[in-house]
Every structure is written in C-alpha cells, then in structure tokens.
C-alpha cells in the first residue's frame, strides 16, 4: 500500500559534532541555573579549604607544637580546630549534595523537556528515516548518561581544580625546591590525559550507538511479537540482539582497559612523587632544616595532589561519554523542525497570499512530481481537482503511489516539482497547523493512545463537552458497545487499542474524525482490515461523516467505493483512468481488471 521508503539511520555516516560545540551547548543549559551554580560553587571551595586545613593543624600545631615542644595548652586549640573543620566540612557537604542534585534536575528536565518538544515537532519524513528504538535511546539513555554533565563540571572538575589550586599554593609555601622536584610526575599525568583523549571519545561514542541499536532492535521484536511468533523467528531475533550485546560487550570492555592504563598511569606517578619527598625530605629533617611536622604536612599535601589529578584523569573518561551523549542529544535538535503556525512560503521569502479561515474544500494537484529518494519518482506530472464535497477514490496496486497522495495533502513531504492548491492557493501558503487542523484522517492500521475511549475520542478537540464526544461516538456508531462495556466511555483501551477489536478502534478513530468537524477526510483503506458486521457499520458512520466535506478514499475493498464521484486509478505514479465506478466497468481496463480479479477472491476477513 504505502510507497514509503526506508532510509538510513539519522546519525549513519554522519560526522560528530565537534566537541567544544557539544560542550558549549550543555554549559548553556547549566548556566541557566546559575543562582544554584553559585551557592554550590561556594559549598566546594568552602569544603576544599577546610579539608586542606587538617594537614596543616596536624603536621605544625600538633607533632611540632604540642609533641615536639612539650606545649599541652596547645591541645584545646588542636582539638577545637579539628572539631570546627568536621562540622564546617559536614555543613558544607550538605549543601553541596543538595544543591548539586537541585541544579542537576532543573538542567535535566529542561534538557529532555526541549528535546521531546522538538523530537516532536519534527517532520515525518525524519521519522520514516530513523527508527522508534534509536530515538527512545537518545530521549533516556543519552539524556541520563548528559546527566552527569553538570557533577562532572561542579563536582569533579570545579572541586578538584580548587583542591590542585590550594595544595598547590600549601606545597610552595612549605617548600618551593622540594615542590620543583614533585611537579614533573603531575606535568606526566597531564601527558597520559591528552594521549588517551580521542581513542575514549571514538570508543565511547561506539558504545553510545551500539545502545541505541540493541534497543532499536529490542523495540522493533517487542512491537512484532506477533509476527515473530507467528513466523517461529525467536531464534532469529535473539541471535540478532545477542550479535549486538557482543559488540557491546567488546565495546565497553575496551573502555575499561583505557581506564586500567589511565589508574595504572596515575599509580605510577603517586608512588614515584612520595619516594621523592621521602628520599629529599628525609635527610632534610635530619639535618634540621625542615621539621618532622612539615614532612609530615608536606607528604599529605602531596597525597592530596596526586588525589586530584587523579581524579581529573579519570574525569576525562566521564567527559568522553558524556560528549559522545550529548552529540547525539544535539544531533537530534539540530535538525529542523517543522514550522507550523507559519506558511512555508513565508520561510522562502515568497510574496504573502492572503488565505481563508476557513477551506471549502476545494483541491488540485498540479503537475506535481515527487520522489523519496532522488532519481526515483513516485509521482510524475500528477494532475487532479476534487471539488467542494466531492468524494475522490484512489485505487491502484501498492507502490502506485495512493499514500504519497495522502501524505502530501497532510503536508508530511511537499511536492519535488509542481503545486498542491487548497481553494486556488498554494499550500504553501498556508501554516501546517491551520490545515491539518481542518483535515481529519482515518487510516487503515489505526491508532489509540492507552487510556481511555473517552479520551482518545476527544484528541481532536480538547476541550470538546461531554455531549459533543457522546454525539460523535452515536454517528460513528461506537455508542453502542461503548455504553454496554461496565466503565462506558472510561473504558481502557490498552496500549494502541489492542483491547478493542479492529472494528471498534476504528469507530472510535471515525468518532475522533468527527469531533473534529474537519473540512476534508481522508480514508486511508479503513475498511480493509475488519469483518463483514464491523464494515457494514464503519460504512455506515462514514456516510455520515462525509457529509458535505471534500473525501478522499484510499481503496482496497472497491465495493467501497462504489458511490464514490470520481474514481482515480493510479499506476506508475500517473493517472491511468478516472471516472465513475459504472463509466471505468464499461471502459474494460485496469479497474475493470481490479474489480473481476477481487470478486473472484472470497472475503476471508474475520
């Protein structure tokens, strides 16, 4: 039926964004919570100097007061600082967590709120491109692995750049020729950092996508588990999900052997810094130039140096996955959305055309060609006009090109060539919004929402009263069993309607088509799909809704299309014939062919 086509995955090929873009982008996103930002940056540089004032009332008020001088009156004073620094640190701990975490929520959910506000405003033809899996993978699992962005930048990169900084400052003033010689094994940490920068980023941005794809591949089997079933194909599936889990497996193995080399790095460099303050500082004490209290307090600032660094080098591991995250949080965002409150014309800087508030229905497509992908058209030179309350059958075999028609109406795709007028303007002319209000559609695999019937009845106009959605269900004929089911109208419909039979979805989604009072319907083969009880009712309700609105009816069944005022048969993306059902019969052509060959089949529809 459809002449869709399937295209590659939206990030196939495509390069990464750069990564001070992607890291720019987020830091806007933090700064809006910039009131936050600042009582947190003061809770860590408040912790970070209390913890660096231990070392210092340990190593010189301590050992080389209180022990080296004999000095016991100093100990009240020891005691008291120690207890002031505890509970300063508890204090300021405190509000750090609370306000990391704070911060961190209000980023998160502005993040995801914009990043499913533009997911769906997106048009469809992004939609058919991509895969369900692949962006629920980007709408949850890249958005939780962004968001460590901000305790990576606050947490462990804000608080450990104020710890280097202050134990940095404590080393010199304790002794600049002892600092000098410490200095190279940090300056080697740094080195192992920018070797191993692109080789996490690349490996963590595999692993990214490779999540993305098991969970496409999990959602595709998931929604299919009928036909899976049916069809025997669980070994199949598993095989496939298990294929991908391997290299999963194997990618994020790799990424815990980069770790092993960077901690096995950073342990080199902490033991080599303490031999040298042991194998300098010690003769030094010996020979009473620098106190046993000082090396004592130097050896814990050098603890407390390589502390940070190592941390930061593990953070650029942090970073990395949460770059390889965001490019692909971004990658989305970045991709146009569809504008509807204003006319595409508007966009192309096209002369503005004053249009109706209201359509009477009138349609034309003008020469119009199109084509999914370039070099392969699926419409050619297509011209049709459908009158103010004229009903307009499309019938033709699949692949013809019957959906590309519905989906242009819609304004899902827009014409490769030619013109698409409502009342003889332009649709381009008009916003997206202020037709497709006015176009109702019921398509042959219909759509509910889980909740209620109620609620999916009143989709189309929100604020619809309780009598109007009633008044809809009678015409559509789903009063009837809604009003035998115990909850009536609140009766759960279950995720996609599936505790509902296909007859009653779509005279649910006929009620919907009819609260929305539009001023063109499009049936999308409505009835192909339900038995002989459930069309005779389902005609019926459309009947009722086709009343003196302009309908296109996208055929299967040509028995119901018999009333129809202008039958279009459709091959080769082109208009074979095009009459009335009797005129085409007595012409003995391609309908004629459709309608021998489809009564000699039996209806098996149960």
Known sequence: ????????????????????????????????????????????????LLDLAVPWVIGFLLLDRVIKKNDIHALPLVLLLLTGVFVGQRIAGFGQDYLQELANQRILNQLRCDLYEHTINLPVRFFDRGRTGELLARLSGDIDTVKGFLETLMQDIGSQVVMLVGVLTFLFALNRRLTMYVLPTAAALALSVFLFKKTVKRSSRRVRDLVGEMSSLAEEAISGVRM???????????????????????????????????????????????????????????????????????????????SPVKKLSKINLSIQKILAAGDRVFEIMDVPPESLSQPRAQAAKMIPVQVPAQLTGAIEFENISFEYEPGKPVLKNFNLRAEPGEMVALVGPSGAGKTTIVNLL???????????????????????????????????????????????????????????????????HAHEFLSQCPEGYQVQVGERGYQLSGGQRQRISIARALLRNPRIVIFDEATSHVDSESERLIQEALEKVTKGRTVFVVAHRLST?????????????????????????????????????????PDTVN
């Open 1 to 48: 039926m459809s002449s869709r086509r399937r295209h590659k995955p939206l990030d196939g090929g495509k390069a990464a964004a750069p990564p001070t873009r992607t890291l720019r982008r987020l830091c806007r996103y933090a700064l809006r919570a910039w009131q936050v930002l600042g009582g947190l940056g003061v809770c860590i540089i408040a912790t970070s």
């Open 410 to 476: 819609l304004g899902f795709y827009t014409p490769t060539a030619g013109r698409l007028l409502f009342d003889g303007i332009a649709a381009d002319h008009y916003p997206l919004e202020a037709l497709r209000k006015q176009i109702a559609v019921v398509s042959q695999e219909t759509f509910l929402f889980s909740g209620t019937a109620r609620d999916n009845i009143a989709y189309a106009n929100p604020d619809a009263t309780e009598q109007q959605v009633e008044d809809a269900a009678r015409a559509a």
């Open 228 to 306: 899976v079933k049916a069809s025997c194909g669980q070994d199949f599936e598993v095989n496939k999900f298990a294929g991908k889990s391997t290299e999963l497996l194997r990618g994020q193995v790799r990424l815990a052997k980069l770790s092993s080399y960077y901690s096995s790095s950073v342990e080199i460099c902490i033991f080599t810094g303490t031999v040298i303050v042991v194998a300098i500082g010690t003769p030094w004490v010996l020979a009473g130039t620098f106190t046993v209290g000082a090396l004592v307090a130097y050896l814990s600032y050098v603890n407390k140096l390589y």
């Open 561 to 601: 299309i018999r009333r129809a005022d202008k039958i279009v048969v459709i091959e080769n993306g082109g208009i074979a014939e095009i009459g009335k059902h009797e005129e085409l019969l007595a012409r003995a052509g391609t309908y004629h062919r459709l309608h021998v060959l489809q009564a000699s089949v």
